[in-house]
């Protein structure tokens, strides 16, 4: 990344607050912040957010401030972990937050509710860690999804196997690692045991600048992970359940820790549901391999389902590529066309379109198969 080498800002890249270039202040930063300096406002990173109320970082210490100025239409742009903001001065009672500043990368994900809504989870993330538990099955789907939304926000994403040492055979180890990469080109798949602390400094070098973002499932270890990571308790943590094996929920808000080794780690509650939010340029990552084999399908526009010259479909009969994952490709594709077309009219219309044909489609092929010819639409009575 480029730093500028001036800035008329009232704070000096050579005389950073320690508080803030730990937790990721930068000389670019401190360019866009010059106008609020001059108002007298002071920069800071938010570390916790709790129903309009957020706590901030700022070179005199951690504050609390209020969020009631920054309240916009739109979810996405509420105050949210890993924010950088400015906040009234400290003779300020009460304080608010005034501004955010410009968001490098955001984590999204759609809500379960009806309404087409997105909800950030963090922002300014340069790491998206994927925490998936070994104590259960792996859900290679769910690999996949979560990967989808990270490279989509603009971050690295990373795999962490978590409870590595449930898995006593290291060839069975090292078969579910396999078909992880194999479910994640181009990302990095770890093993952890971070109660013994196996793999913790392989992972800490990875995110050892920047921000990273940890993710995953309730019980996947996360607050585990999160202690091991800052190296004391600082997320509580409960033992897991008698029944199945599976951790507990216990992180209830998204909190951002500095790492010992430089950088920060926003811990997020666990999640039950990871729905797409727009993400077709994450999905088209996670399954590189498809839109590679693509490129060769007599179609533009192939659906890789029945169209003649699929070069898609050819791979999955010569064993090339695995039928689960042009599986997966199309449940992610058609779950990220519906949220889209939930908010775009004209997606819609070109969805229900191309419903309308398929459908059509499939009754001609059923007519033809016994026999009656092509398909026609019953007179009217």
Known sequence: MHFSSTSTSA?????????????GWDADREAEFAPYAERGLLPGRVVRVDRGLCDVVTAAGVVRADTEFVVPRDPLKVVCTGDWVAVD??????????????RRTAFVRSTSSKRSEGQILAANVDHAVVAMSLAVELDLGRVERFLALAWESGAQPVVVLTKADLVPDPVALSYLVEDVEASAPGVPVLTVCARDGDGV???????????SVLLGASGAGKSTLANALVGEDVMGVQATRDM????????????????????VLIDTPGLRGVG????GT?????????????????????????????AVRA???????????????????????????????????DVRQDWKRKQAAGRAAGEAKRGRGPWRPAPPR
């Open 282 to 310: 994450g999905v088209g990552q996670v399954f590189s391999e498809i839109e590679e084999f693509a490129r060769d399908c007599r179609f533009h526009d192939c659906a890789h389902e029945s169209e003649p010259g699929c």
């Open 315 to 349: 791979a999955v009969e010569d064993g090339e590529l695995p039928t689960r994952r042009l599986e997966s490709y199309h449940k992610l594709v058609r779950e990220n066309q519906w949220i889209v077309a939930k908010s775009d009219a004209r997606v819609r219309a």
């Open 11 to 23: 704070f000096s890249s050579s005389a950073l607050p320690l508080p803030l270039a730990a937790y």
């Open 201 to 211: 400094e392989e992972l800490a070098a990875l995110l050892d600048r920047g921000t």
């Open 276 to 279: 797409l939010w727009d993400a």
């Open 89 to 102: 001065p400290e003779d300020a009672d009460p304080r608010y937050v005034r501004t955010l500043l410009t």
């Open 244 to 263: 199945d094996g599976k951790g507990r929920h216990t992180t209830t808000t998204r909190n951002l820790l500095p790492l010992p080794g430089g950088g």
